[in-house]
């Protein structure tokens, strides 16, 4: 009994070179994609859960950028609030030297004058202090919407309100300092009581020692404030810093997802490249027909 022919019909086979062509096909140009992006998640379908959790470490890095804008500005409105109040402790230390000056026996009306003069362009200086502008706000005016916390003749201008920046999820902090709680309340601020030692250094010296008790309190309150202040500054420093590890892990994090290990990626291209230029060969034997099987 003549054995059966299980040879597999040329057109079956043709199909089969052909799917399988275009599958390794597929694979190559698939490996080349991501070995030109550097990318293993370049759609959708590369991974739904990694791409899951890539677009919410993407979210996270979104986030953390605006933190780190949000810190550079806070640092930006306390740095200068320290320097202007470092700059005003100084001054006002040196109106009281200048009061001990002219408390001093020898001190004569034209001496206590050239004081006077002196304590009056102090004054003016701490006005401009007064109105330190950080990207174009005055820092001690609150929210008010001008351009100065105090007028020319140091009076207060401003609108008392804290203004705040987000530096992390839950947390803000105040970056200004109303001009009210560091120079004091109008009409018993510093700007008065220099008004008035100025005019005693000419008018009434025996008034200059309770004046210097009251320049002393009022010295101490801006003290204050610059302690505020600087301790705010550590905690935007230390925020920074842990603002930007957070970073830097989510990135990691994000490349471990995202980024192709590329010597990976070539080591199975060049082997797809093998396989596919195998797969060249068997289809183009495949689709040649034989005189054989024409003949049949």
Same mark, same amino acid.
Request: glycine letters at 6%; proline letters at 3%; hydrophobic letters at 40%.
């Given at each position: 009994?003549?054995?059966?022919?299980?040879?597999?019909?040329?057109?079956?086979?043709?199909?089969?070179?052909?799917?399988?062509?275009?599958?390794?096909?597929?694979?190559?140009?698939?490996?080349?994609?991501?070995?030109? +992006?550097?990318? &293993?998640?370049?759609?959708?379908?590369?991974?739904?859960?990694?791409?899951?959790?890539?677009?919410?470490?993407?979210?996270?890095?979104?986030?953390?950028?605006?933190?780190? &804008? =949000?810190?550079?500005?806070?640092?930006?409105?306390?740095?200068?609030?320290?320097?202007?109040?470092?700059?005003?402790?100084?001054?006002?230390?040196?109106?009281?030297?200048?009061?001990?000056?002219?408390? =001093?026996?020898?001190?004569?009306?034209?001496? &206590?004058?050239?004081? *006077?003069?002196?304590?009056?362009?102090?004054?003016?200086?701490?006005?401009?202090?007064?109105?330190?502008?950080?990207?174009?706000?005055?820092?001690?005016?609150?929210?008010?919407?001008?351009?100065?916390?105090?007028?020319?003749?140091?009076?207060?201008?401003?609108?008392? *309100?804290?203004?705040?920046? =987000?530096?992390?999820?839950?947390?803000?902090?105040?970056?200004?300092?109303?001009?009210?709680?560091?120079?004091?309340?109008?009409?018993?601020?510093?700007?008065?009581?220099?008004?008035?030692?100025?005019? *005693?250094?000419?008018?009434?010296?025996?008034?200059?020692?309770?004046?210097? *008790?009251?320049?002393?309190?009022?010295?101490?309150?801006?003290?204050?404030?610059?302690?505020?202040?600087?301790?705010?500054?550590?905690?935007?420093?230390?925020?920074? +810093?842990? =603002?930007?590890?957070?970073?830097?892990?989510?990135?990691?994090?994000?490349?471990?997802?995202?980024?192709?290990?590329?010597?990976?990626?070539?080591?199975?291209?060049?082997?797809?490249?093998?396989?596919?230029?195998?797969?060249?060969?068997?289809?183009?034997?495949?689709?040649?027909?034989?005189?054989?099987?024409?003949?049949?």
């Amino acid at each position: 009994m003549p054995s059966a022919d299980f040879r597999m019909p040329n057109s079956l086979l043709t199909n089969n070179s052909l799917s399988a062509l275009q599958q390794s096909f597929a694979k190559l140009t698939d490996l080349q994609d991501e070995a030109s +992006s550097l990318k &293993r998640l370049r759609k959708p379908s590369d991974g739904p859960a990694d791409v899951v959790s890539a677009m919410q470490l993407h979210a996270g890095l979104d986030r953390n950028d605006q933190y780190t &804008r =949000n810190l550079s500005d806070a640092q930006g409105w306390l740095g200068n609030a320290d320097n202007a109040l470092t700059s005003v402790v100084t001054q006002l230390q040196r109106v009281n030297t200048l009061i001990v000056q002219a408390s =001093n026996a020898s001190s004569d009306p034209s001496a &206590r004058q050239t004081i *006077a003069n002196e304590v009056d362009s102090i004054r003016q200086t701490l006005i401009g202090l007064a109105n330190t502008q950080y990207a174009g706000r005055p820092i001690f005016a609150g929210t008010a919407s001008g351009n100065v916390a105090y007028d020319a003749s140091g009076q207060y201008v401003g609108v008392s *309100a804290n203004v705040e920046r =987000n530096i992390a999820p839950g947390q803000q902090i105040q970056v200004n300092v109303n001009g009210d709680s560091v120079f004091g309340t109008p009409g018993s601020d510093v700007f008065s009581t220099l008004s008035q030692i100025s005019q *005693a250094l000419t008018t009434d010296p025996s008034q200059l020692s309770s004046l210097q *008790a009251t320049l002393t309190g009022q010295t101490t309150q801006v003290q204050s404030q610059l302690s505020l202040v600087g301790s705010q500054f550590s905690r935007v420093q230390a925020m920074q +810093s842990q =603002n930007t590890s957070d970073g830097l892990t989510m990135k990691q994090n994000l490349s471990s997802i995202e980024d192709a290990d590329i010597a990976q990626v070539m080591v199975q291209l060049q082997a797809q490249q093998v396989a596919y230029q195998a797969a060249l060969q068997a289809t183009a034997q495949a689709i040649q027909p034989s005189l054989a099987a024409f003949l049949k």
